[in-house]
């Protein structure tokens, strides 16, 4: 199954240009088989979600985006909101007496340098990649991260792969969300999942034990990785998904 897993509304995001019926009509149109919406730092509601749901004949969830000290995170699972949420380590316990899960997102925003601090146009070279990389990866949230979003729809092919990389070296799972704001961001890419997906607490369980595949939609305009443009087979995804595990059974070891 095709989903999103990441969508504003103008119901509760400023910077979107969608209400929750034009996203779902365009993600159905546009082959997706559910969604999540994920306003910033606020609740959509699981009732808005499930009315919605039943109303389009589509899955639809409600998750939230949380700006955490150090970058931001999709979080699934819990239907409140406070401003103590923005200490990833109290959203974290919050997490998991819910049951929940969340993703990191966009770590280049954060954690790449601007080309003002720079003081060049290439804000993208090699050197400058390597040590923003370094810097991240001694950031907390994304050690404790157990998955993260290695394509996001607004992103650029730069972009997404310093998340690749990121996540790659850290042992995270792979997502992939168009982080939807406008008409042409839905559909461009989308998290796949082997599993037949029909409640929440299934997709919260999926994305728990990382049974997760990002696809670019666009057939390659998102991503240097070009296996992100096809669904692997269930067998391959295995294989894959194991050695993810071993790379972050490594990690954690040698911090013991
Ligand atoms: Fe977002």
New binding site residues.
Partial sequence: MLIDL?N?TKIGSWDSKLNPDETIALSKERGLDGIVF?E?DSVFGYKKAKALSKKHGFLVFAGI?VNVEDG?VLVFGIDEYNDSFRKHKVLNEKIKKNNGAWIA?HPYRRWKPHPVVLQTSDWDNEAENIKALDRAKDVNLFEISYSMDVLNGRANIENNSFSMDLATELGMHYTASA?THEEKDVGKVATYFPKNISTYEELIEEIQLGHTWPVDLTNGSLTNYKDFCIIPSDDELSKIWSEIKITRDTIMKNKI
């Fill in positions: 990441h504003h994920t910033h985006e931001h997102q982080d």
